[in-house]
């Protein structure tokens, strides 16, 4: 049995200060405001009720929700997942409230990076209205740190409907739609998420997003560059809590995935950035003699 994931839907971040990070969601990434109270604050960048949620509490509290379309299917995907030696927890009417979501169950992948799996999480009938003009079209993809890179690859392309893409030495991109990619596994020495991403409408916003971080003294970490793999133009930048975040444009869609066929890029600088920027996560950081 192959559980369907159908769409990223969200990232929670726990946060040491819910302010803080409150404002930088919304000045600096240009996401709409949901919702805030004392224990969270939740943000739109789409059709989706919300995309990123900051939780007050230690930062290492991080999760990725991925949507499954019934409940059937989550009962089909706790029961896999049991046979698989992995525990999942099912979420209480609380936890399913903060998520607005009919069902959830969540599970922890080798390396210890947290998943939610939702049923029915809520779309909203009015239009995003961004809190600055930074031209988010939505919640593309998440970066994710692995220290068992191999076993959680195999974790979704063979329990799971994902694919791999491509490679980039043991880095594995992998999609689930004809996006090149909505996870993609960085070998690490620790687990967490490493980077989330959101896509803009182009070139002209991953530029203007640079000269506007600048200003706003926030840290480019990487780019702006391409990606030699995706196709996409991309801009990397430190957010609270050690946490990176991504404008990204542009990029292949793979239409034909039976026909498609992922390639292996070795594990040097210009693989992952074609015009040659420089980074200093070590994720992203080669050393090449």
Not at 118 to 143: C, H, I, K, M
Not at 147 to 175: K, M, Y
Request: charged share 25%; aromatic share 10%.
């Amino acid at each position: 049995m192959v559980i369907e994931v159908e769409q990223l839907r969200y990232v929670r971040l726990g946060t040491r200060d819910l302010p803080a990070a409150t404002d930088f969601a919304q000045r600096i990434l240009g996401l709409q405001l949901i919702e805030k109270n004392d224990e969270q604050a939740t943000f739109r960048s789409d059709f989706r009720d919300h995309t990123l949620v900051y939780e007050a509490g230690d930062p290492a509290q991080q999760s990725v929700g991925l949507a499954l379309r019934t409940e059937a299917a989550l009962e089909s995907a706790v029961a896999a997942l049991a046979a698989h030696g992995i525990t999942t927890t099912r979420a209480d009417e609380a936890a399913l409230r903060r998520r607005k979501a009919r069902a959830m169950a969540g599970f922890r992948d080798r390396s210890g990076n947290t998943f939610e799996l939702v049923v029915r999480p809520e779309t909203s009938g009015w239009r995003y209205f961004p809190s600055r003009d930074a031209g988010v079209t939505g919640l593309a993809a998440v970066a994710l740190r692995t220290t068992a890179n191999g076993a959680d690859e195999a974790l979704w392309t063979t329990l799971f409907n994902g694919r791999v893409s491509d490679w980039v030495g043991d880095a594995a991109f992998i999609g689930f739609d004809e996006v090149h990619h909505r996870l993609a596994l960085h070998p690490s020495d620790r687990a967490g998420v490493l980077a989330v991403e959101y896509a803009v409408e182009s070139l002209n916003q991953v530029m203007q997003a640079m000269y506007f971080l600048q200003s706003a003294q926030v840290k480019i970490m990487h780019g702006p560059g391409r990606r030699p793999t995706s196709g996409q133009i991309f801009l990397t930048f430190a957010g609270p809590d050690d946490m990176l975040f991504s404008y990204v444009a542009e990029g292949a869609m793979l239409t034909d995935k039976d026909a498609y066929r992922p390639r292996q890029f070795p594990r040097k600088r210009r693989s992952f950035c074609a015009w040659g920027s420089e980074s200093t996560v070590p994720e992203f950081t080669v050393s090449e003699g």
